[in-house]
């Protein structure tokens, strides 16, 4: 059997197609390029936005052109909220909510030991997803929705595949749907997960995906002064910087204040600290004032870069009922403002790096680059190591371009 693997989405997303990848090759099929080759397309879904939705149905419909008889799967968090609309696009015989592996398999005809996390990824950096669902009900949010509530997997099973991922990639990354609750329904936590990586898989580096900043607890905190087994990378999200505005999203459990303290109590304590977060352009009744107060937050807290979105409304959710729609051109300026404050951040950030110590991965293919402990992508002076090694480097340039010149390979504690 020939499989077209398509990715759409989160690191979470990734993971998921990952594993579906290493079922195939367990059952003995194999994954090809072009849908043109294809037995099977699968896509994995993401339903963040309305735009990523609509590339989904666009991807499906330029496979089944490419291929009349293919025969399609959509798994992911779109199907888990379908009504109707997947099943009705071409070549669309199954939908598999979330990331149901056993439906997958049967869906598929896979035997049963087919079924597994796979060993090695395809990327330099491996992902391991150690939660799935959340518990959350942000207003803007569909993924709640589709992805269920917050479920842990065991710590046991997740040293197991770190041992195994360890082996072929320098740097793990945890990624989950909401990566911050993890363990509260095995009375556990996130810091004490971290803490039994980092010694049971010294060799590798681990990395947060995205943590709420006000989850980061002291035991938490602590790990991030080991840079060598966790690096000092946090992803918070933060949305808005109005307390008005984040009520409205329902995201009550902390306020621009708070958020703030707990960013700055770890960027005081940390020589090197990146620091990103994702914010929310033009959310339903978001006024100059509150777009104000965001971008005053943005400017004074020591980011490193920032994933802006202009808001999109998700079909079912409670921002629907909200009212107060902004209109389009208002949304993209203040996209537009806050990309322009997030790239002064982030040139800041590149130029105060010039002359400093790095802990560098080796990325890319044809063109070699490294991605530093503090999430920097930098070009690798030549002769450029092979893709996956680990060294140690010194970053020379400026904000504009830096690049690593390697002084040694990182050694496993």
């Given at each position: 059997?020939k499989?077209f693997?398509r990715?759409?989405?989160?690191?979470?997303n990734q993971?998921?197609?990952?594993?579906?990848?290493?079922?195939i090759?367990?059952s003995?099929?194999?994954?090809?390029?072009?849908?043109?080759e294809?037995?099977?397309a699968?896509?994995?879904?993401?339903?963040?936005?309305?735009?990523?939705?609509a590339?989904?149905?666009?991807?499906?419909r330029?496979?089944a052109?490419q291929?009349?008889?293919?025969?399609?799967?959509?798994?992911?968090?779109?199907?888990?909220?379908d009504?109707?609309?997947?099943?009705?696009?071409?070549?669309?015989e199954h939908?598999?909510?979330?990331?149901?592996?056993?439906?997958i398999?049967?869906?598929?005809?896979?035997?049963?030991?087919?079924?597994g996390a796979?060993?090695a990824?395809?990327g330099?950096?491996?992902l391991?997803?150690?939660?799935?669902g959340?518990d959350e009900?942000?207003?803007?949010?569909?993924?709640t929705q589709?992805?269920?509530a917050q479920r842990?997997?065991?710590?046991?099973?997740l040293v197991?595949?770190?041992?195994?991922l360890?082996?072929?990639?320098?740097?793990?990354?945890?990624?989950?749907?909401?990566?911050g609750?993890?363990g509260?329904?095995?009375g556990?936590?996130?810091?004490?997960l971290?803490?039994?990586?980092?010694?049971?898989?010294?060799s590798?580096?681990?990395?947060?995906?995205s943590?709420?900043?006000?989850?980061?607890?002291a035991?938490?905190?602590?790990?991030?002064?080991?840079?060598a087994?966790?690096?000092p990378?946090?992803?918070?999200p933060?949305?808005?910087?109005?307390?008005?505005?984040?009520?409205?999203?329902?995201?009550?459990?902390?306020?621009?204040?708070?958020?703030?303290?707990?960013?700055?109590?770890?960027?005081?304590a940390?020589?090197?600290?990146?620091?990103?977060?994702?914010v929310?352009?033009?959310?339903?009744?978001?006024?100059?004032?509150?777009?104000?107060?965001?971008?005053?937050?943005?400017?004074?807290?020591p980011?490193?870069?920032?994933?802006?979105f202009?808001?999109s409304?998700?079909?079912?959710t409670?921002?629907?009922r909200?009212?107060?729609?902004?209109?389009g051109?208002?949304?993209q300026?203040?996209?537009?403002?806050?990309?322009?404050?997030a790239e002064?951040?982030?040139?800041?950030?590149?130029?105060?790096?010039?002359?400093t110590?790095?802990?560098?991965?080796?990325?890319?293919?044809?063109?070699r680059?490294g991605?530093?402990?503090d999430?920097?992508?930098?070009a690798?002076?030549?002769?450029?190591?092979?893709?996956?090694t680990?060294?140690?480097?010194?970053?020379e340039g400026d904000?504009?371009a830096?690049?690593?010149?390697?002084l040694?390979?990182?050694?496993?504690a």
């Open positions: 059997m499989v693997l990715t759409y989405g989160c690191r979470a993971y998921d197609s990952e594993t579906v990848r290493a079922m090759a367990r003995g099929g194999e994954v090809v390029t072009s849908p043109a294809a037995d099977v699968i896509f994995n879904s993401c339903a963040v936005t309305t735009e990523a939705e590339e989904l149905r666009k991807g499906v330029r496979a052109r291929r009349p008889g293919l025969r399609t799967l959509v798994m992911g968090c779109v199907s888990a909220r009504h109707g609309a997947l099943r009705a696009l071409p070549t669309v939908l598999v909510a979330g990331a149901d592996f056993a439906a398999a049967a869906a598929l005809d896979l035997p049963a030991e087919a079924l796979a060993a990824q395809q330099t950096r491996a391991l997803r150690i939660q799935d959340c009900h942000c207003t803007f949010c569909a993924t589709a992805r269920g842990s997997r065991p710590a046991d099973a197991d595949e770190a041992l195994q360890s082996e072929r990639h320098p740097e793990i990354v945890l990624t989950g749907i909401h990566i609750s993890y509260r329904d095995r556990t936590s996130l810091g004490a971290v803490e039994r990586l980092v010694q049971a898989v010294p590798a580096r681990f990395r947060l995906s943590v709420e900043a006000t989850e980061v607890d035991r938490l905190a602590a790990l991030f002064h080991e840079p087994h966790l690096v990378h946090l992803h918070a933060l949305q808005s910087g109005s307390d008005r505005v984040l009520r409205r999203m329902g995201r009550h459990w902390y306020t621009a204040r708070e958020y703030g303290r707990a960013v700055e109590r770890l960027a005081a940390l020589p090197v600290f990146g620091l990103g977060a994702d929310i352009a033009g959310f339903p009744g978001e006024t100059d004032a509150d777009h104000a107060e965001t971008l005053a937050l943005v400017a004074a807290l980011f490193t870069y920032l994933h802006v202009p808001f409304m998700r079909p079912g409670a921002a629907e909200l009212g107060g729609d902004l209109p051109g208002v949304v300026q203040r996209a537009r403002a806050l990309r322009d404050v002064e951040k982030a040139r800041a950030h590149r130029g105060r790096r010039a002359g110590l790095a802990d560098l991965v080796v990325v890319g293919h044809d063109v680059e991605v530093t402990e999430y920097l992508s930098v690798i002076a030549a002769p450029s190591p092979p893709r996956g680990r060294l140690a480097v010194r970053l904000a504009h830096l690049v690593a010149h390697p040694a390979p990182v050694a496993a």
